[in-house]
């Protein structure tokens, strides 16, 4: 209780809800602001004005970019704006209002034709809190699929969309997946790729948002997707989507989509009435500055020196203070991406560890964010950001998210 108190009196004003990359991160981005060459030499490789309108879906040095970078070819590549969520919006937007592409040119039935209620996703968890949102705004019934070590539990899925027409997707972070940091199996992907469905329109939102996020030397790869969806006879199943908004910055960065020709020339068709073209002068500021893979991954090595630590100092003192006393606790420790989960057993509230770190000053993302409904039925995942704050912040933080496990397991009144 004394280091309760004292911790109290410290009044720290930490705020880790979100995986925000640190100031530092920010700081190595500086020379895409610092590019003053578009003044002149503006054109893009077509020769495009790129001040101007056009190019509705980006310029084609970008696509082969992103192509490379999501390990599918140019001509499966769609350039966004600024979000790879606001595609996923606007992708569901649109198969909800107007129904998914189907192999004839025509569409299939919305989804929100007779009861959107009707329709249901998979949504394996611990999973990303937007994704639920996205559901949730759509009036979409989200099953809770369990979320293990090589990816979503498939003897539970495929026994649903075999029978249940209704079941019409899945959300999958496939890689370095928020927030448990897992990574999808090669057995895995095939299936989810191959597994027969009920629903004729099913689809797979594949958010690839951690692809080149890595925190190690050991770079993980993971199956190309798109090819394996073609090769098992379902070449529209998958859309994926990626962004830059953690390699450069976040809310002014690219985002990507990649799928089937017959889909992307579905989803032009929305872009096409939703706008006369994208921001191409970031398009092109972006390619000057991340240049090719090799550059990429020089870029992602200094993010990653940067992050490290980080999940490092947090992993290793909630270890360090909790001791053996804590059986039931698990730390995640990722390989990539920018989060930490904790699970944590022994009988203890994710619900009160929250809120008795915010009495401390530390911010957490609430209990049951990573669940639909934001509802965690065992009330036992806490993710983690520690990508922002400076390391000896984390190290703070760490120490209270075990203080507040002792309280708690100790049922010590505060
Ligand atoms: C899995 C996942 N997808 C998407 C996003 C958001 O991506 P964007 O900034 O491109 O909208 C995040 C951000 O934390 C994320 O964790």
Redesign the pocket.
């Known amino acids: 209780l004394e280091v309760w108190d004292s911790t109290i009196k410290k009044g720290l004003n930490l705020d880790m809800t979100?995986?925000k990359p640190a100031s530092e991160q920010l700081d190595l981005i500086k020379p895409l602001l610092l590019d003053t060459s578009l003044a002149e030499d503006y054109r893009s490789e077509d020769n495009t004005d790129c001040r101007n309108y056009g190019n509705l879906d980006g310029l084609s040095e970008l696509k082969r970019f992103f192509a490379q970078y999501l390990d599918v070819t140019p001509d499966n590549v769609l350039i966004g704006g600024?979000?790879?969520?606001?595609l996923?919006h606007d992708t569901m937007a649109s198969l909800c209002l107007f129904g998914a592409a189907n192999s004839d040119g025509k569409n299939h039935v919305p989804w929100n034709k007779d009861d959107s209620k009707k329709v249901k996703f998979l949504c394996p968890v611990p999973g990303?809190d937007?994704?639920f949102s996205l559901c949730e705004k759509f009036g979409i019934e989200m099953i809770p699929v369990p979320l293990k070590e090589d990816g979503p539990d498939l003897s539970i899925i495929k026994p649903l969309v075999a029978t249940d027409a209704t079941v019409k997707g899945i959300w999958c972070?496939p890689k370095y997946?928020?927030p448990t940091g897992i990574v999808y199996s090669a057995d895995v992907i095939k299936e989810l790729a191959a597994m027969p469905t009920a629903a004729n329109d099913f689809r797979i939102f594949w958010?690839n948002?951690?692809q080149a996020h890595h925190l190690y030397d050991r770079k993980l790869t993971i199956l190309d997707v798109l090819t394996e969806c073609a090769r098992a006879g379902n070449p529209d199943r998958v859309f994926i989507?990626?962004?830059t908004?953690?390699i450069t910055f976040?809310?002014a960065?690219i985002?990507v989509m990649a799928s089937s020709p017959n889909n992307l020339k579905w989803f032009k068709k929305l872009l096409f009435a939703q706008t006369i073209g994208p921001d191409k002068i970031n398009q092109l500021r972006h390619i000057r500055f991340l240049k090719n893979m090799s550059n990429l991954e020089d870029l992602m090595n200094k993010h990653a020196a940067i992050m490290r630590p980080k999940f490092a100092s947090f992993s290793n003192t909630v270890k360090a203070f909790l001791g053996p006393e804590f059986t039931g606790l698990f730390c995640s420790e990722p390989q990539g991406g920018?989060?930490i989960n904790l699970t944590l057993g022994d009988n203890l509230s994710a619900q009160k560890i929250v809120s008795l770190a915010n009495q401390c000053g530390l911010k957490l993302t609430p209990a049951g964010a990573t669940h639909p409904y934001g509802k965690d039925p065992d009330d036992a995942t806490i993710r983690i950001a520690p990508s922002m704050p400076v390391l000896a912040d984390i190290t703070k933080a760490a120490r209270i998210v075990a203080l507040c496990c002792v309280i708690a397991k100790r049922k010590l009144d505060v």
């Not at 600024?82 to 606001?86: A, F, I, K, V």
């Open positions: 979100r995986g600024n979000s790879s969520l606001s996923m990303y937007r994704h972070v997946s928020n958010d948002a951690y989507y990626g962004s908004s953690k976040p809310g960065g985002a920018y989060f």
